[in-house]
């Protein structure tokens, strides 16, 4: 009877023992396919990396080359500027600190 109760028990070492070793093979394919996706990733990357190195090459400082003097078009935003504004139409009290004027020319 001894051998009896030592049956199932050595039936379920072995069967723990075969989904260890079927996990762990699985587990390893995986890792192993994964790395082979990051290294064709980081070669990808690679190759972005010299394209773009590639293209800045090629187009030099364009963005750092700006004329010295451009002429300034519009209204100096630092001086301040008065109007004669009697007769024309208003909202508001005439006596605000800020009056903000709107011209528009509908033709």
Do not use: C, H, W
């Not at 051998?3 to 039936?11: D, H, R």
């Not at 100096?76 to 020319?105: C, N, Q």
Request: hydrophobic share 45%; net charge neutral.
């Amino acid at each position: 009877m001894a051998s009896g109760n030592q049956n199932p028990t050595i039936v379920s070492a072995v069967a723990v023992a075969a989904a260890v070793l079927v996990g762990s093979y699985m587990v390893a394919n995986a890792l192993d396919r994964l790395t082979g996706q990051i290294d064709r990733a980081t070669g990808r990357l690679a190759d972005i990396e010299k394209a773009v190195a590639s293209a800045n090459d090629a187009l030099g400082n364009l963005g750092s080359a700006r004329p010295a003097a451009q002429a300034r078009r519009g209204p100096d935003p630092d001086k301040r500027y008065s109007f004669e504004l009697a007769g024309s139409p208003a909202l508001g009290p005439p006596k605000a600190a800020v009056t903000i004027v709107e011209f528009s020319d509908f033709q």
